[in-house]
């Protein structure tokens, strides 16, 4: 990470001569400006710059959707301000000579945050967390496909026909793994030289299928991590002629894209989830088994912050590695909720993201339905043991976009964890992505329908 001195000396240098400052959408791509560097630390680093209010209500052509209180032609799409938070400065080492703060949404006049950025949403749990004394740290493991395609030659193609980067299954296979290291090895060390700590990669379920985690960090800075991984690899496979999808599910015959995301809760340097409760194979504190207990029975009312368009509810299908049913189990990939590790290491792994999420929102699910679990003491189902695809008695996640934006847009206590301006405005973009599907016409509809009706 840079301090504003460390900015301003490799300024000086030559060593940076632009500066990126990002935020994130509703879907969680990184938007924003290219400042001279001079100009940055001169100006924006402490005053901020602007960007259209329209950004925050596009889809995801760009096209500005009617239907938004937030921004709109009657209101004349207006700015907002972005405020760069300098803890996030570091180097951008994939991109030559730059520098890459991210922003906080604010209003142009007062420099409020505004509360349906997606950043201001996890930042609001976070306080409430620290309210209670509690410090969330999260670890998100991404799952993506390569191919030997470009992103130019998959846009022409209309994304069919492209090249895998691999021809078998290589879930953790180190020859096809070594074939595709041109790109991850490249990552790792450019993620590294831009203060994103990695773990490991490793070879996924399907073909040119691979998994990159990073260290766990706490909420805000693991999403902030999480998006500039994400763009990482894509500015990295572009420049190689390559590219990678982080769909949920790119094809119905390869396994499906996940994002498990890893929370445990800290309280005086020490894991507040350790404890001498048993929870059936689980020794945890009390606080463990409400945290889980929110988790889990607030998981359907915030299904859309894990699994946010159409695609992402082609994942869910047993066998498949994703979960159908909500249980949770120790150390059981079927479960919804796999609890892994002891004393200080223990963690609750959600398997139900997929890639396509946005982290800052999914995390502020976790946190908003763990933390009224700890409030109201929402005791968590008995440990489920065997396999959860098959236990028809369990509740399963909600099957389509439509319903969790039913179940979304009906919570009360989605209205009271983030308000009611929040709950409408991302309703709203969930029903134009479901309504945009249902407006196209398909590859499957053509094949099945074009000769035969």
Not at 37 to 46: D, G, I, Y
């Amino acid at each position: 990470m840079l301090t504003i001195e460390e900015l301003r000396r490799r300024i000086e240098s030559g060593e940076i001569d632009t500066v990126l400052v990002a935020f994130t959408d509703l879907y969680g791509r990184l938007l924003g400006k290219r400042l001279d560097a001079r100009f940055f630390l001169e100006h924006a680093a402490r005053a901020g710059t602007h960007a259209c209010n329209y950004l925050l209500t596009v889809d995801m052509n760009m096209e500005p959707v009617q239907g938004y209180r937030f921004a709109n032609w009657q209101r004349g799409y207006g700015d907002f301000h972005l405020m760069a938070d300098m803890n996030t400065m570091r180097m951008a080492a994939w991109l030559e000579k730059t520098g890459l703060v991210l922003a906080d949404v604010a209003a142009p006049d007062s420099h409020e945050l505004v509360p349906l950025a997606p950043r201001t949403i996890l930042r609001r749990q976070v306080e409430r967390a620290a309210e209670m004394g509690l410090q969330a740290m999260f670890g998100s493991e991404l799952e993506y496909y390569i191919f030997r395609t470009s992103y130019r030659q998959a846009a022409a193609a209309d994304y069919s026909g492209l090249e895998p980067a691999g021809w078998y299954l290589e879930d953790y296979h180190l020859l096809q793994g070594a074939r595709e290291e041109q790109l991850n090895q490249a990552v790792r060390r450019l993620l590294n030289q831009s203060a994103i700590p990695v773990e490991s990669s490793k070879g996924e379920w399907g073909k040119g299928q691979q998994e990159l985690n990073l260290r766990y960090a706490e909420a805000l800075e693991m999403a902030d991590r999480h998006v500039l991984f994400k763009q990482c690899l894509k500015e990295t496979a572009d420049r190689l002629n390559l590219s990678v999808t982080f769909m949920a599910k790119y094809d119905a015959t390869q396994a499906g894209s996940s994002c498990h995301v890893h929370c445990s809760l800290w309280r005086d340097g020490r894991n507040a989830l350790c404890g001498d409760k048993d929870f059936g194979p689980v020794r945890a504190s009390e606080l463990f088994g409400w945290f889980l207990g929110g988790w889990i029975a607030h998981a359907p009312e915030f299904m859309v912050f894990y699994a946010p368009t159409v695609n992402s509810y082609k994942r869910y299908k047993a066998g498949s590695w994703a979960p159908t049913r909500l249980s949770w189990s120790y150390d059981n990939r079927t479960a919804a909720f796999r609890v892994l590790g002891h004393e200080e290491s223990l963690r609750i792994e959600c398997r139900i993201p997929g890639a396509d999420v946005n982290p800052y929102l999914c995390f502020a699910a976790a946190l908003a339905s763990g933390l009224d679990g700890i409030a109201r003491r929402i005791e968590p189902p008995a440990p489920f043991e065997g396999d959860s695809y098959q236990a028809a008695a369990l509740p399963s996640v909600p099957a389509c976009l439509r319903e969790a934006v039913e179940r979304f847009e009906s919570s009360s206590f989605v209205r009271q964890s983030l308000g009611e301006e929040v709950q409408q405005h991302y309703a709203h973009f969930y029903r134009v992505e479901q309504e945009a599907f249902e407006a196209a016409v398909t590859d499957w509809e053509r094949r099945r329908y074009f000769e035969q009706v």
